[in-house]
């Protein structure tokens, strides 16, 4: 079984978005600069959080099996009238006793904290968050206290039970500017990062080195799949349950991969391993045109045409199973119809605060 942890946090930012729509709130996000041992505090629009948050759940909720969250604190999005409450009661959402066992989260969390705490200036905030917190139960650096001593506990949660973690964006943002990564190999992410990379290729292909079309690959297609069938955002999550059943053999596919990798099954990884570097080849045949073989294909990709020569064996193979799966979301539209759909759905498709959020999308070169 495919298991990830996720924050609570992240199911409060989207039960947030799903029910009020856009907030035009701000957030913060945490720089550092570790050449000045220092760091600063950076404004971000909050709903651009939110629709990152969305989209990872999305993700997780059709390829992974049960997404694991930290039952003392499902109180933050749990209510009845949440719209995460059927995901919940459908065994997807999965709450988890962690606290049952505090002192084997202690010592790591510990540990964690020490690592991301990269920078002096980041060690004297969190030394005044505790004596703040032990004296009357507040900090005085509240997004701090969330991003680095929450992130480190939830790390330390997927360490020691060994499962793979899903940070909220706000956390994930940090960790990487903080040097600190996931531990553990993760199959589904392997994948995400296989589509991201040719469709990156595909799509600067086809426009050629256009920055502004281009940038949508950065979006994930699954989300985008999701909101083209919805027809209001209270639809998203049913879609998004249809949506597991017409990809339950990837989903199994991946369960396989992700067993053989905890299991140092080396043999199996590298079949898996293979499989991936089969549809890779597949898409750089397509992308580039310059294949050399003896079988002739015609493609027709909506943006793209091809008539290209190439591996018999690895082309017909493309064609079907687990490889036609991945291939399908590879070539998959880029999804700037989609985005606007979404902004659409939450009440802001022309307003300013909508265009900023769509331009943050079109102009970010990466995702965290």
């Given at each position: 079984m495919s298991r990830v942890l996720a924050d609570n946090w992240s199911l409060q930012s989207i039960g947030e978005l799903i029910t009020n729509g856009l907030g035009n709130d701000t957030a913060s996000t945490i720089e550092i600069c570790k050449?000045?041992?220092?760091?600063?505090?950076?404004?971000?629009?909050?709903?651009?959080?939110?629709?990152?948050?969305?989209?990872?759940?999305?993700?997780?909720?059709?390829?992974?099996?049960?997404?694991?969250?930290?039952?003392?604190?499902?109180?933050?999005?749990?209510?009845?009238?949440?719209?995460?409450?059927?995901?919940?009661?459908?065994?997807?959402?999965?709450?988890?006793?962690?606290?049952?066992?505090?002192?084997?989260?202690?010592?790591?969390?510990?540990?964690?904290?020490?690592?991301?705490?990269?920078?002096?200036?980041?060690?004297?905030?969190?030394?005044?968050?505790?004596?703040?917190?032990?004296?009357?139960?507040?900090?005085?650096?509240?997004?701090?206290?969330?991003?680095?001593?929450?992130?480190a506990g939830m790390l330390a949660r997927s360490h020691?039970?060994?499962?793979?973690?899903?940070?909220?964006?706000?956390?994930?943002r940090f960790f990487l500017n903080a040097g600190v990564f996931l531990g553990k190999t993760d199959a589904s992410n392997q994948l995400k990062n296989l589509i991201h990379k040719k469709r990156v290729q595909l799509f600067a292909k086809s426009n050629g080195e256009n920055g502004l079309y281009t940038a949508f690959l950065q979006l994930p297609p699954i989300?985008?799949?999701?909101?083209?069938?919805?027809?209001?955002?209270?639809?998203?999550?049913?879609?998004?349950?249809?949506?597991?059943?017409?990809?339950?053999?990837?989903?199994?596919?991946?369960?396989?991969?992700?067993?053989?990798?905890?299991?140092?099954?080396?043999?199996?990884?590298?079949?898996?391993e293979e499989l991936l570097s089969s549809v890779s080849r597949y898409a750089d045949q397509i992308i580039s045109g310059n294949s050399a073989g003896r079988v002739d294909m015609s493609l027709n990709l909506g943006l793209l045409k091809f008539s290209l020569k190439g591996d018999p064996v690895n082309l017909l193979q493309n064609q079907f199973g687990v490889r036609s799966t991945i291939n399908s979301l590879i070539f998959d539209k880029?999804?700037?119809?989609?985005?606007?759909?979404?902004?659409?759905?939450?009440?802001?498709?022309?307003?300013?605060?909508?265009?900023?959020?769509?331009?943050?999308?079109?102009?970010?070169s990466a995702l965290p």
């Open positions: 050449a000045k041992d220092t760091h600063e505090y950076k404004s971000i629009e909050y709903d651009i959080i939110r629709i990152e948050a969305l989209f990872d759940f999305l993700n997780d909720v059709v390829l992974r099996d049960e997404v694991i969250v930290d039952e003392s604190y499902i109180g933050t999005w749990a209510k009845p009238e949440s719209p995460l409450v059927g995901l919940h009661e459908a065994g997807i959402i999965c709450p988890f006793p962690f606290l049952a066992t505090p002192e084997r989260l202690k010592a790591p969390t510990e540990a964690l904290v020490k690592r991301l705490c990269a920078t002096s200036t980041l060690e004297n905030e969190h030394a005044k968050n505790n004596s703040m917190w032990a004296l009357e139960r507040r900090t005085p650096y509240p997004a701090l206290s969330s991003t680095l001593w929450g992130g020691i039970y060994e499962c793979n973690y899903t940070p909220h964006p706000l956390r994930k989300p985008f799949r999701i909101i083209e069938e919805s027809s209001d955002i209270h639809d998203i999550f049913r879609i998004a349950i249809e949506m597991r059943s017409q990809l339950q053999g990837l989903r199994q596919w991946l369960n396989q991969f992700q067993n053989a990798i905890d299991n140092e099954d080396v043999t199996s990884m590298l079949k898996h880029p999804g700037r119809q989609a985005l606007k759909k979404l902004l659409k759905f939450l009440g802001d498709a022309d307003t300013s605060s909508g265009y900023k959020i769509f331009e943050h999308f079109a102009s970010t």
